[in-house]
């Protein structure tokens, strides 16, 4: 599976922005999803997490901010960010899992200025 990561960009603190992740191939439906970010200077973190039957996990960090959903018809998951703080800023990947591999998108750079 491909995967092609999109919504990025600058807003302000207090702002809200939609991240979209599509999938290429088939039996996206059967994928576990995440999204994740690397600040600069920072390693990797796990924002959040859709399972193919729709369960979700989120960070403390975006827990009540962020909400990750999945439309498998499009092959496309998302993540709604509102309320964004600057410490939001990072490059956000998406990634797919199933039976133990992982596959990754590149990133889309978020930029939340103060």
């Known amino acids: 599976v491909q995967l092609q990561a999109s919504g990025g960009g600058l807003v302000q603190a207090g702002g809200s922005l939609r991240l979209s992740c599509e999938a290429s191939?088939?039996?996206?439906?059967?994928?576990?999803l995440a999204w994740y970010r690397q600040a600069p200077g920072n390693q990797r973190e796990l924002v959040a997490t859709?399972?193919?039957?729709?369960?979700?996990h989120y960070a403390d960090s975006v827990k009540g901010r962020f909400t990750v959903s999945r439309d498998n018809a499009k092959n496309t998951m998302y993540l709604q960010m509102n309320s964004l703080k600057p410490e939001d800023t990072a490059v956000y990947y998406c990634?797919?899992?199933?039976?133990?591999?992982?596959?990754w998108g590149q990133g889309t750079l978020v930029t939340v200025s103060s």
């Open positions: 859709i399972t193919n039957r729709g369960s979700t």
């Open positions: 990634s797919a899992g199933l039976w133990g591999t992982d596959y």
């Open positions: 191939g088939n039996m996206f439906g059967n994928y576990a």
